[in-house]
């Protein structure tokens, strides 16, 4: 939060070209955890008349996120009317690779 903020009040003297709206990281199992409270709590976040799409739209982002090991993203504003979204999503491993790192429980046959 801190390197956005000092990034998007940058001063004109500054060498930045672009103004920086957001930056992030985040673990997928965290963000799907997060996402999931955001339908669970629907009632608190949208009209009453939009909370079952909303939580039918959320709930499929919220799997595709569970799917992450990490995510990074940077949104930048290059022009007033634009915005460009750089993403790097860093897969998690499969279940059988988990499975077979996981001391605890031995891999499957």
């Given at each position: 939060?801190?390197?956005?903020?000092?990034?998007?009040?940058?001063?004109?003297?500054?060498?930045?070209?672009?103004?920086?709206?957001?930056?992030g990281?985040?673990?997928?199992?965290?963000?799907?955890?997060?996402?999931?409270?955001?339908?669970?709590?629907?009632?608190?976040?949208?009209?009453?008349?939009?909370?079952?799409?909303?939580?039918?739209?959320?709930?499929?982002?919220?799997?595709?996120?569970?799917?992450?090991?990490?995510?990074?993203?940077?949104?930048?504003?290059?022009?007033?009317?634009?915005l460009?979204?750089?993403?790097?999503?860093?897969?998690?491993?499969?279940?059988?690779?988990?499975?077979?790192?996981?001391?605890?429980?031995?891999?499957?046959?």
């Amino acid at each position: 939060r801190e390197i956005a903020t000092a990034l998007r009040t940058a001063t004109t003297t500054d060498s930045i070209d672009e103004i920086v709206e957001s930056v992030g990281i985040a673990r997928g199992r965290r963000a799907a955890a997060h996402i999931e409270s955001w339908t669970t709590n629907a009632e608190r976040l949208v009209a009453p008349g939009d909370v079952a799409t909303f939580r039918e739209s959320m709930r499929p982002i919220g799997h595709v996120c569970d799917g992450f090991e990490r995510a990074s993203w940077q949104v930048v504003r290059p022009a007033r009317e634009t915005l460009r979204i750089e993403a790097i999503l860093h897969l998690s491993p499969p279940d059988s690779a988990r499975r077979a790192a996981d001391p605890i429980r031995p891999p499957l046959p």
